[in-house]
């Protein structure tokens, strides 16, 4: 993955997922899968919140312009970038804590999740990416009714595989 934006095949882009380091994508990627299998379509950014601070508030401040219907955003450590991007956008962030190599991705977590009021950040689980993913599919299914039947029929899937679980373990 480079640093230029990358959209899917599917379209114009709905949802920005942005990261602090390629570093970050393979936990990330499992976001980009979700929106795969929903279609919808998604471009990816490297913007370190540190490391490239200007680009970062550009990309903020001008993601609901180009489109963006929501932004997920990872990152590790120190992890300012979901809060920086929610506090230069009115557009839903997504936070993914990315777990490191030390403190199991719970400074992630905390960075991420402990905003403070009025700059919300919804935060998903340590290295949850894939529920990052579905969630920005729900974001946009909110105004989307073919997309929502699909959803409910994601769900009714679930619903089926843990139940075929259970039979299977009294057979
Ligand atoms: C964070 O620092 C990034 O989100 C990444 O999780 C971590 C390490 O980055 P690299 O040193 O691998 O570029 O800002």
């Given at each position: 993955?480079?640093?230029?934006?990358q959209a899917s095949p599917a379209?114009?882009?709905?949802?920005?997922?942005?990261?602090?380091?390629?570093?970050?994508?393979?936990?990330?990627?499992?976001?980009a899968q979700a929106l795969d299998?929903?279609?919808?379509?998604?471009?990816?950014?490297?913007?370190?919140?540190?490391?490239?601070?200007?680009?970062?508030?550009?990309?903020?401040?001008?993601?609901?312009?180009?489109?963006?219907?929501?932004?997920?955003?990872?990152?590790?450590?120190?992890?300012?970038?979901?809060?920086?991007?929610?506090?230069?956008?009115?557009?839903?962030?997504?936070?993914?804590?990315?777990?490191?190599?030390?403190?199991?991705?719970?400074?992630?977590?905390?960075?991420?999740?402990?905003?403070?009021?009025?700059?919300?950040?919804?935060?998903?689980?340590?290295?949850?990416?894939?529920?990052?993913?579905l969630l920005a599919v729900r974001?946009?299914?909110?105004?989307?009714?073919?997309?929502?039947?699909?959803?409910?029929?994601?769900?009714?899937?679930?619903?089926?595989?843990?139940?075929?679980?259970?039979?299977?373990?009294?057979?």
């Amino acid at each position: 993955m480079s640093e230029a934006s990358q959209a899917s095949p599917a379209g114009r882009p709905l949802v920005g997922i942005a990261m602090g380091s390629d570093s970050d994508w393979p936990v990330m990627e499992a976001a980009a899968q979700a929106l795969d299998e929903f279609g919808v379509a998604y471009e990816v950014n490297v913007l370190s919140a540190h490391r490239m601070v200007h680009a970062m508030v550009e990309y903020g401040e001008q993601a609901a312009d180009r489109g963006l219907k929501a932004v997920i955003a990872g990152a590790g450590g120190a992890a300012h970038l979901p809060g920086m991007l929610a506090s230069v956008t009115p557009l839903p962030v997504i936070g993914v804590p990315v777990p490191l190599k030390y403190l199991d991705g719970m400074d992630s977590l905390l960075s991420i999740v402990q905003m403070p009021a009025g700059v919300p950040v919804a935060t998903v689980s340590i290295g949850g990416a894939r529920n990052a993913g579905l969630l920005a599919v729900r974001i946009v299914a909110a105004h989307d009714p073919e997309l929502l039947a699909r959803m409910k029929e994601f769900q009714a899937s679930l619903t089926e595989q843990a139940t075929e679980k259970g039979r299977r373990l009294r057979a």
